[in-house]
């Protein structure tokens, strides 16, 4: 382990913390609204930075890398398609959301629906926080972590052990991080680390072609232009672990519940001073999203000119990022990494705590008949974050074990909670007499369906279609109920919004911008570009 390497890493960490703190010191956590929604204060930039880091954590760096490693740039369609998903929800979702005055998704599923129904899907996202999304990312942040320092190496540690250590260290860190500093303390940080993620963007494929090119970078962008240019397919084809047919159907949903209903998402852009505020937030991300290729897809590629084999090929980006890198640069890139594991743990720390304290104790609370004092709620919501940090580091080691590998099992667990939220919310949206119950039996219906289809019964279809093909008949049950069972009274929307929700009158511009440059990489990363070089 280089000295120099751990100096870095310490002191770029340091001065994120650092800056963090002097920009939240003096503003002391003493409501619910302030740990989490910031008081409703966030401009543009936080918002833009948040929502970013929020999204690209250590998963995606290490689970995309490997698979264009193993693969092609099919993968990328996962974050480049984002965008387009984001700029439906700037425009549609998110003037709902402002205009209601949520606080979490839910809230608007009660509005809707009913109360159960908000209880229900609230205990579905946390469900899904506990045993996916924080396990999940801190799993792949010690794996990353692992492959950068080489502890398992240093101290004569088998996987398991090195997993559980880097796990609980991680988790500790994170927790109290979150707990300390709320949701404005995770903007701010996010916003700076945004900022370093497109420096070592940029840094990681420079270092890459001048090592493959023996100290030319022409050289090295040569070796990758001119041979096993296979691996620049983003079409991909049947065979492919993304198929490009599925962008137009699974995946199109998935990322729009991601980026249009995931709390832990949502949350941050509801956090906004206002409307236009919010929507130029989303189009920094979209930009974000574009230029983060380079650090999710990029080095993939130029690692299959480094490595004609590797045991585990997971390892990829840190593997190649410590070969690659001076000892300075690697602490910085660790850095990253390590920021990138924790913001999106943090931010789903302080989503759950907001779903179980807003939806669950609180009205549970009321019921009872007891006094839902602030400063008691404010502290319930901080020992339920350090319980579901306890549950996450204790779940996440267990990943090492998935049978068809950790990126796919993130994916196949990610299919029982995305979807059908998505679904049920949609079908609100659009209609104003489909009652609760069709709401529940479209629920469990995609739920159970879904499961049977990943365990019992092999279909032999993609999952992305799978979920477009149940996303289909479940909302086509949920409209029979609501012919057949109308609500009396149709939904209105009742307005209750915190802040202005003016549009932004520019988004129309960048949006055709942001389509434009989506084009742009699909038609560059194609047969008619860079993979008929070969």
């Not at 929800?89 to 009660?110: K, Q």
């Not at 899904?128 to 999304?133: G, I, K, Q, R």
């Not at 109290?176 to 990681?204: E, H, M, P, Q, W």
């Amino acid at each position: 382990m280089n000295a120099t390497t751990i100096i870095s890493f310490v002191l770029f960490t340091g001065i994120v913390a650092i800056i963090a703190w002097l920009k939240t010191r003096k503003q002391k956590i003493t409501t619910l609204n302030g740990l989490f929604l910031a008081n409703r204060k966030l401009g543009p930039l936080y918002i833009g930075g948040a929502l970013l880091f929020a999204n690209i954590n250590t998963a995606n760096i290490v689970g995309e890398n490997e698979l264009v490693y193993t693969n092609n740039m099919s993968v990328m369609a996962w974050g480049v398609t984002s965008v387009i998903a984001m700029l439906i929800v700037s425009e549609f979702f998110m003037p709902i959301y402002l205009r209601t005055g949520i606080a979490t998704t839910p809230d608007y599923l009660e509005a809707r629906y009913d109360r159960s129904t908000k209880r229900i899907v609230s205990l579905v996202f946390l469900i899904s926080y506990m045993v996916n999304l924080l396990p999940s990312v801190l799993y792949s942040g010690a794996v990353a972590f692992n492959g950068l320092f080489h502890f398992s190496e240093i101290y004569k540690l088998d996987d398991w052990t090195t997993i559980w250590i880097l796990v609980w260290v991680m988790g500790c860190v994170g927790c109290l991080y979150a707990v300390l500093g709320g949701l404005r303390a995770i903007a701010v940080s996010d916003t700076l680390l945004g900022i370093g993620i497109f420096a070592g963007g940029i840094l990681i494929p420079f270092l890459g072609l001048k090592f493959l090119g023996n100290g030319s970078l022409l050289n090295g962008l040569h070796k990758v232009l001119s041979s096993q240019t296979a691996h620049f397919n983003s079409i991909g084809s049947s065979t492919d672990s993304i198929p490009f047919s599925t962008i137009f159907t699974g995946m199109l949903l998935v990322n729009l519940y991601y980026w249009g209903t995931e709390q832990y998402i949502v949350q941050q852009v509801l956090a906004s001073k206002n409307l236009a505020s919010c929507q130029k937030g989303i189009t920094i991300a979209g930009f974000g999203k574009i230029l983060s290729i380079l650090l999710l897809n990029i080095p993939g590629l130029i690692a299959v000119h480094l490595f004609t084999h590797l045991s585990n090929t997971a390892e990829v980006f840190p593997k190649m990022v410590t070969l690659v890198s001076p000892p300075f640069i690697s602490g910085y890139i660790a850095a990253i990494v390590f920021g990138a594991a924790l913001t999106t743990f943090n931010a789903g720390l302080n989503s759950s705590s907001t779903l179980f304290v807003l939806n669950i104790y609180q009205p549970w609370l009321i019921k009872k008949g007891r006094n839902a004092e602030e400063r008691k709620l404010l502290k319930v919501a901080k020992w339920f974050e350090l319980l579901t940090c306890f549950a996450a580091m204790t779940i996440a080691p267990f990943i090492l074990f998935a049978k068809s590998g950790f990126y796919n099992y993130v994916q196949m667990i990610n299919g029982f909670f995305n979807v059908p939220i998505f679904t049920i919310i949609l079908i609100g949206f659009i209609t104003k007499r489909v009652p609760p119950i069709a709401a529940k039996v479209g629920l469990i219906f995609f739920i159970i369906s879904y499961g049977l289809s990943q365990t019992i019964w092999n279909t032999h279809i993609h999952f992305l279609h799978l979920l477009a093909i149940l996303f289909v008949i479940t909302s086509l049950i949920m409209l029979v109920i609501g012919r057949c069972y109308p609500m009396k009274i149709p939904y209105r929307q009742k307005l209750n919004n915190k802040v202005d929700i003016t549009p932004w009158k520019n988004r129309y511009r960048y949006a055709f911008i942001l389509i434009i440059l989506v084009v742009a990489l699909f038609f560059i990363f194609s047969p008619a570009g860079l993979v008929k070089t070969n």
